[in-house]
């Protein structure tokens, strides 16, 4: 599913918390229907890093480029390149007040501007795709936490995005709830999204990445093919990493 | 009790004519004080630092000013300087201003008991800053704060009764000139007291029929 087509650069990214340097330049390219998958210590700025990329946080230098747009410095144009950037967070940060169908189609109607019964077919159209088509009319509240993620994914997929930013997104489930998110993300990768993955699921990292990327202290260390990490040279940080994972 | 010494068909226009001009002055005053509020807790919260401290000078300024002055300023005040309003327009100005003081704190702590991820979210999608306010902010923080808001409502019905001070004849005003007149004060402020129990009373139903109506499961209960 992978193309040459470049679709996102991050190019030397910084940012700092007062004293803190939590990004000291931090560098990539995606490419369109690629999976990138980000590991690594708690704190080397994973978090910071998705959250520069549709400028959630404000980087202090370095660029974003999004189909070859510059995202960073895009002033009040910033709202437009976020419809095409989607998002899914640890913790779901779902619209409590409205329905699984309103979380969805609020965005259609407000920012996409679709009128109602459009909105509401493609709100309905996305419920199904992650299978919640009988929790339409549930709230968040209502919700298990594998559905709630699963209604964030489809809330951040009806916005059409060109890219998927996850955050951790099973980190505050149990494995139960983590196996039918991944399944649905496994699927979304299968059919070509373009995904950037912070997460600590290192089996379904290795399944479905094109590429692993192991973090540490707000640099990218060490990345390469997943199939390479058990042997090459390149991996050596992130296998030790990995091994004091499973102790 | 002695028998009544004033007539009642005498009595029930006063009241009535009274009463008008209390429900004139509440339902006037309540939307614009709600907005008023609404959009000073906004201001606060969301206002770059000049306009929150603005929004925070006048939230100190009109609760600590005693809402009796504040009438006499308007109303006795200002035409010193060359603004002039009606009685009923002066006392209409003062409650919005000071009701919509009140119920920015309410709304204010509203919105900042809702969590920054709603924000992150919404923009996450697309949405401009105020969009987001609007569509997923306001609607979460409203319903944190209706029980506040409510509060501030009865004190309104109760405070309306002020603008008899600045000569608007509401219904304690008319009352009070009638009772002047017959000597007939405890029955007369019984009837009145009893006009606003029974307006206190709808509105707590009102107000307890929207909470029901705008509730959602789980939400404001965790
Ligand atoms: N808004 C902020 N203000 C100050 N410091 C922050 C802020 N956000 C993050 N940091 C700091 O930046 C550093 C990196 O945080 P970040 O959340 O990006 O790490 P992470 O790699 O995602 O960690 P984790 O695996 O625990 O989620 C941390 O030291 C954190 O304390
Ligand atoms: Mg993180």
Redesign the pocket.
Same mark, same amino acid.
């Given at each position: 599913m992978m193309t040459d087509e470049i679709i996102l650069r991050v190019e030397d990214i910084h940012k700092r918390? =007062?004293e803190?340097e939590?990004l000291k330049g931090v560098s990539f390219d995606v490419q369109r229907g690629e999976t990138k998958v980000f590991i =690594?210590?708690? =704190?080397? =700025?994973?978090? /910071?890093?998705l959250r520069c990329i549709n400028q959630l /946080?404000v980087p202090d230098s370095g660029y974003i480029w999004l189909n070859g747009e510059e995202v960073t410095h895009a002033g009040p144009r910033i709202n437009q390149y976020r419809q095409k950037i989607g998002m899914v967070f640890q913790n779901f940060n779902l619209f409590d007040h409205l329905t699984a169908l309103g979380n969805v189609e609020i965005a259609l109607l407000r920012v996409k501007k679709m009128n109602r019964q459009e909105a509401r077919k493609k709100a309905l159209m996305e419920l199904e795709q992650v299978g919640l088509s009988d929790k339409v009319n549930s709230y968040p509240a209502e919700l298990s936490g594998g559905q709630a993620q699963r209604l964030s994914i489809a809330r951040a997929l009806a916005m059409d995005p060109e890219v998927i930013l996850f955050?951790?997104p099973t980190s505050s489930l149990d494995p139960e709830l983590t196996r039918e998110v991944l399944e649905v993300m496994r699927r979304l990768a299968r059919n070509g999204m373009t995904m950037l993955i912070?997460t600590h699921e290192m089996g379904f990292a290795l399944s479905v990445a094109n590429e692993i990327l192991f973090?540490e202290h707000g640099l990218i260390v060490e990345k390469g093919p997943p199939s390479e990490i058990p042997t090459s040279q390149n991996f050596t940080r992130t296998r030790q990493f990995l091994g004091s994972f499973q102790d | 009790m002695t028998m009544l010494n004033f007539d009642f068909e005498l009595l029930l226009p006063v009241l009535y004519q009274g009463a008008l001009v209390t429900f004139g002055l509440i339902l006037v005053s309540a939307p614009f004080g709600f907005l008023n509020g609404i959009l000073i807790a906004v201001g606060r919260v969301y206002g770059n630092r000049f306009i929150s401290t603005l929004c925070h000078g006048y939230v100190l300024f009109f609760k600590g000013c005693p809402l009796l002055l504040l009438l006499f300023i308007i109303y006795f005040g200002l035409p010193s300087i060359g603004i002039t309003f009606t009685a009923f327009t002066s006392a209409v100005i003062g409650f919005i201003l000071c009701n919509g003081a009140y119920n920015s704190e309410y709304l204010r702590g509203g919105i900042q008991s809702i969590p920054s991820g709603q924000m992150t979210a919404a923009l996450s999608l697309g949405m401009s800053r105020n969009q987001a306010i609007r569509n997923v902010i306001l609607p979460q923080a409203l319903r944190r704060s209706l029980p506040g808001l409510s509060n501030e409502f009865i004190y309104l019905i109760k405070y309306s009764s002020l603008a008899y001070m600045i000569t608007v004849v509401e219904i304690t005003g008319a009352g009070k000139t009638f009772a002047t007149k017959y000597f007939a004060f405890f029955e007369i402020f019984i009837l009145i007291g009893l006009f606003y129990l029974g307006l206190v009373t709808i509105a707590g139903y009102v107000i307890g029929r929207v909470e029901k109506r705008i509730a959602i499961p789980g939400f404001g209960r965790k």
């Amino acid at each position: 599913m992978m193309t040459d087509e470049i679709i996102l650069r991050v190019e030397d990214i910084h940012k700092r918390y =007062g004293e803190n340097e939590v990004l000291k330049g931090v560098s990539f390219d995606v490419q369109r229907g690629e999976t990138k998958v980000f590991i =690594g210590p708690s =704190g080397t =700025g994973k978090s /910071t890093l998705l959250r520069c990329i549709n400028q959630l /946080t404000v980087p202090d230098s370095g660029y974003i480029w999004l189909n070859g747009e510059e995202v960073t410095h895009a002033g009040p144009r910033i709202n437009q390149y976020r419809q095409k950037i989607g998002m899914v967070f640890q913790n779901f940060n779902l619209f409590d007040h409205l329905t699984a169908l309103g979380n969805v189609e609020i965005a259609l109607l407000r920012v996409k501007k679709m009128n109602r019964q459009e909105a509401r077919k493609k709100a309905l159209m996305e419920l199904e795709q992650v299978g919640l088509s009988d929790k339409v009319n549930s709230y968040p509240a209502e919700l298990s936490g594998g559905q709630a993620q699963r209604l964030s994914i489809a809330r951040a997929l009806a916005m059409d995005p060109e890219v998927i930013l996850f955050d951790e997104p099973t980190s505050s489930l149990d494995p139960e709830l983590t196996r039918e998110v991944l399944e649905v993300m496994r699927r979304l990768a299968r059919n070509g999204m373009t995904m950037l993955i912070v997460t600590h699921e290192m089996g379904f990292a290795l399944s479905v990445a094109n590429e692993i990327l192991f973090m540490e202290h707000g640099l990218i260390v060490e990345k390469g093919p997943p199939s390479e990490i058990p042997t090459s040279q390149n991996f050596t940080r992130t296998r030790q990493f990995l091994g004091s994972f499973q102790d | 009790m002695t028998m009544l010494n004033f007539d009642f068909e005498l009595l029930l226009p006063v009241l009535y004519q009274g009463a008008l001009v209390t429900f004139g002055l509440i339902l006037v005053s309540a939307p614009f004080g709600f907005l008023n509020g609404i959009l000073i807790a906004v201001g606060r919260v969301y206002g770059n630092r000049f306009i929150s401290t603005l929004c925070h000078g006048y939230v100190l300024f009109f609760k600590g000013c005693p809402l009796l002055l504040l009438l006499f300023i308007i109303y006795f005040g200002l035409p010193s300087i060359g603004i002039t309003f009606t009685a009923f327009t002066s006392a209409v100005i003062g409650f919005i201003l000071c009701n919509g003081a009140y119920n920015s704190e309410y709304l204010r702590g509203g919105i900042q008991s809702i969590p920054s991820g709603q924000m992150t979210a919404a923009l996450s999608l697309g949405m401009s800053r105020n969009q987001a306010i609007r569509n997923v902010i306001l609607p979460q923080a409203l319903r944190r704060s209706l029980p506040g808001l409510s509060n501030e409502f009865i004190y309104l019905i109760k405070y309306s009764s002020l603008a008899y001070m600045i000569t608007v004849v509401e219904i304690t005003g008319a009352g009070k000139t009638f009772a002047t007149k017959y000597f007939a004060f405890f029955e007369i402020f019984i009837l009145i007291g009893l006009f606003y129990l029974g307006l206190v009373t709808i509105a707590g139903y009102v107000i307890g029929r929207v909470e029901k109506r705008i509730a959602i499961p789980g939400f404001g209960r965790k």
